[in-house]
Structures are given as structure tokens and as C-alpha cells.
């Protein structure tokens, strides 16, 4: 292999590192994903700002190339709920490109956010030409179908102080950052969630959500502050949560 081969092999091996592994930039191959970060046009939106509006028919997608998002979806009746969190290395905006309807939820920027603005031909066009990057994102929509199941099934399986350990076992997995002091089960989370979003996304009233949190933080499993959860001991929230490698749905 000569030098610029070497070179590029070595530079495609950062940027795939430089993403979440459960995220769809973080799946590709370098050649697929240096392409991708090439297409589009590249915007960035501050804090709070809705990237895309529930209901409306756009066609475009967005990649997200830094910070964080929310999903959150709002019934007649003026419910919402919080369906989804996005990091960077995340597509948003996929089904309702891919299914020809109107979007399914509401994008939220948690951070200050920068994009890449994707009209869905060009996506497709993409996939096509890279048969890696179209197993990814099968991956990543399996991957979405599979925790939609787990948190039908915790419903009826659960009880409350469950149902939230496990949402934050997996966000944990999912998007855990080492803690400051690098102890090597000591995770925070990736993203932050109000009390409220925490309570909507493990399907729980807030009052039952707010004594499950207070439970799991009494037997040592996690610490609270202000809109952020520090995840204690890693090994025993995920025994404490009943989530393994491998589960029968």
C-alpha cells in the first residue's frame, strides 16, 4: 500500500471513530462516509429551534452533524410526547422522506445543531451507489423498530422503576459519555432530558417517573442534577434493568 493510500485509510479510520457507533455515520465505510458529509447543504439552527414540523409534507432529511435533537410527536387532544433522542451522526426526517407522507413528529434542537439538508433524491441516489451505506441504514431502522417493541413490551411487563432503568440503560448504551472523574462504569448521558421527556419516552406519568428516579438513585444506580443523569455503575444498572446482549423480541 503506498503513503496517500495509507493516509486515507488511517483518515477514514477517524472519521468513522469520530461518530457513535449506534449511529448511522458511525456504521459506514470511510469511502461512504466521506461522500455522504459531501452532499446536501450544511445549516446550523440554535437552540430550541424546530428543524421540522410534525405534519408537514417536506421531502428533505437531515443529517446531523453536531449536537443534539429531540423527537417529539403531539396528539389532537394537544399531548405530547417525546419519542426519540438524536445525536450527531443521525438522520432525522427519513420516514416521512421515504414513505411519501407527512412527517410522523416534531424536531427539536436540545443544543445548537448544524445539519446537513438532504433532499430525498439525492439520499436515494447515495444508497445506491453504496450497497454498505444501505445495509446501515436498514440496521439503523431495525434498530429504531426494535426499541419502539421493547417499550411496548415493558408496558405490560414492568413495573414502573423497570421501565425507567431500562430507557436509561439503553440511552446509556446508546449515547454514554465517561464521566469527568474517568471512572470506568461511571457514565453520563449523552443527552439532556427534562423529567417530563424522561417520563413520556419509558410511557410513565411524571409523578410515577419523578419516585422511580428517586428510587434508582437511592440504591446508588444513578445521580441526578440539573436536566442530566449520571449513570453510577454501568454492570448493575443493565442486570438492575434486565437488559442484555441478547433479548427474545
Not at 28 to 53: F, I, M, N
Not at 124 to 144: E, I, W, Y
Request: aromatic share 6%; with cysteine.
Amino acid at each position: 500500500m503506498n503513503d496517500i493510500a495509507t493516509q486515507r485509510e488511517k483518515f477514514g479510520r477517524r472519521m468513522r471513530h469520530s461518530w457513535p457507533l449506534a449511529t448511522f455515520l458511525g456504521r459506514l465505510e470511510s469511502g461512504a462516509l466521506e461522500d455522504l458529509l459531501g452532499q446536501g447543504t450544511p445549516v446550523e439552527y440554535p437552540t430550541h429551534r424546530r428543524l421540522l414540523q410534525q405534519g408537514d409534507q417536506g421531502r428533505h432529511v437531515l443529517l446531523l452533524t453536531h449536537g443534539v435533537v429531540k423527537v417529539v410527536a403531539t396528539s389532537e387532544s394537544g399531548y405530547e410526547m417525546l419519542l426519540a433522542v438524536r445525536v450527531a451522526g443521525d438522520f432525522v426526517g427519513e420516514m416521512a422522506a421515504f414513505e411519501d407522507r407527512p412527517r410522523s413528529g416534531t424536531v427539536i434542537a436540545c443544543s445548537d445543531v448544524r445539519v446537513r439538508v438532504i433532499q430525498t433524491p439525492v439520499l436515494v441516489n447515495f444508497l445506491t451507489r453504496h450497497p454498505d451505506a444501505m445495509k446501515a441504514m436498514l440496521a439503523v431502522l431495525c434498530g429504531r423498530l426494535r426499541w419502539a417493541n421493547r417499550r411496548r413490551v415493558d408496558f405490560g411487563a414492568y413495573d414502573s422503576r423497570t421501565r425507567l432503568a431500562r430507557v436509561i440503560a439503553e440511552l446509556s448504551q446508546a449515547y454514554g459519555q465517561r464521566s469527568a472523574d474517568d471512572t470506568v462504569n461511571r457514565q453520563v448521558l449523552g443527552v439532556t432530558l427534562n423529567q417530563s421527556e424522561l417520563a413520556s419516552i419509558a410511557g410513565l406519568a411524571r409523578p410515577t417517573a419523578e419516585k422511580a428516579l428517586a428510587s434508582l438513585s437511592q440504591l446508588g444506580l444513578v445521580e441526578r442534577s440539573y436536566r442530566r443523569i449520571t449513570v453510577c455503575d454501568v454492570p448493575r444498572l443493565l442486570a438492575f434493568a434486565k437488559v442484555f446482549d441478547e433479548n427474545p423480541y
